[in-house]
């Protein structure tokens, strides 16, 4: 490591400029809040819906620019939540309305929406307006640009997830392992899944300007996902999940701070991308301990 | 009263018909069958009574009030393959669950609960797996434990969507056992099923199903050739067994 790059990376932990804070805290807000509803996500196999949901966001995004004419939070959000939602709805309107099948519906209102948010983007440039500089920050994302009035948003949504899934913890697990039989006993199951939706659609939007549309989905699915291969508990599944998360985004983030060129969003999906790899193979239920078991077992067997 | 009565209801999947004009009425403490072909509506047909498929028409009572109104009194075995069994939960969890529905979105359990759900387990016989994790069960535990998250929901109108596919012969004996408890308790078990040869053994009344009810009556009266033969049309054979008894095998 060369004297610049140490340099650099005592400036991120010290947090030696105002913005590294606010890098900081929002990437891993990010974290926690995309794992811990991604748990919710994967268990309900909704995986490919938080893709969706993230690509679906861009033009929105586009549209809110090009009616305010600003990169301002509160139209950004909205625009950005509205296509979001519009393209989930859509997606149920298809499956239910013709013989597209559901995997196809989710591919085709993703790559349309995503398309259109490109376009926009791509003609947002030929503009003269300065404001439209940072823009191109939500297809990868940039945690360095992420402003005080973000996080405070990613922390609100956090606050209230986490007191949704403690309050509601019973009825959201019962109806997510079987929904069906939740809603004889009266447990709302289909309320419980829209208001899960609606919270997971808010958190997308909040988590692109630090880790992009293209790859949001990676934090919904990667930390759930490392966490489902550590343990066999619900409630740990979540905590876990959201440790990782935060982990993916500290680390992520430290990464783009550290080396030119790393985006953000990427550099969070590598590290929480490795973390799997690792849960993979030396978990508990890894590749590696399997392979020694059945290694044990036949050895037991044969003699 | 009774415990079930269902009057002209018509279920269906993109518009077709599924089920057609059914009318059943069910009197309490008994364990009906719900038997026919592939395809026939069974487990729509329970789908249907229990509100999870919105009908085309009818109406359905459960002790002579809607659904709504009784909701505790009502329990549901789905089957087994319909939920995902890596899903992170102990068996004990899952029993626990079915206390749920009593709890309301915001309760907590209370001891009450756990002792409720205890006792499940002991009376299906899967006690010593309490603190497993539900993968590691077989097909038979698995619907055990589905069983004792039923009976920890404390109902009297029980729905058993086919409870005996997938299980050991112990398994299938501990079901018939509960069922006979439940009946004797003054409890009503509806089962669907597919399996003809269990038919007359296990069930005080059947239900014919196919697309709409051919037949509904005591086990004794509806197990007929002709009726059996009218709901599983070209699909199904009588064969004279060799030692004189009748052997049937529906495709």
Redesign the interface.
Known sequence: MDSTTGDRLVEFFTFKYEFLLYTVSGSMLVGMLCGLLGTFMV?R?LSMMGDALGHAALPGVGIAFLIVQAKLLGPIVAGAAGTALLAAVTVGYITRNSRTRPDAALGLVLAGFFGLGIVLLSYIQTSPNAAKSGLQDFLFGNAAAIRPEEVALLGGLFVVSCAAVT??Y??L??S???G?????????SQALHYGLMALVALSIVASIQSVGVVLVAAMIITPASTA?LL????H??LVLSSAIGALSGLFGALLSYLFAGFSSGPSMVVVGSVGFAIAFLFGRRGLVRRRLHERARRAAEAA | MNALDVQNLTLSYDRDAVVTRAHLHVAAGRIVGVLGPNGAGKSTLI?GI???HRPDGGDVRFFGKPLSAV??R?????QRS???WD????VE??VL??R??R?G???R?RNQDRVIARRALDQIGIADLADR?I?ELSGGQQQRVFLA?ALA?DGELIFMDEPFVGVDAATEEAIVGLLRDMRDEGKTVIVVNHDLQTARAYFDELVLLNKSIVAHGPTDEVFTPALLAQTYGGRLAVIDGEYGDKILIAA
């Open positions: 268990l196999r309050l509601l019973r009825p697990m019962a997510t392992f079987d069906v039989q939740a809603t004889t006993m009266g447990i709302p489902y343990t066999d508990r619900f740990w599944m | 789908k229990l509100g999870l909701r505790h009502v329990v549901y075995v789905p319909s939920v995902d899903f992170p939960v102990t969890d899952v669950m079915g749920y529905g709890l979105l915001l309760g359990l994790q993968s998250r929901q």
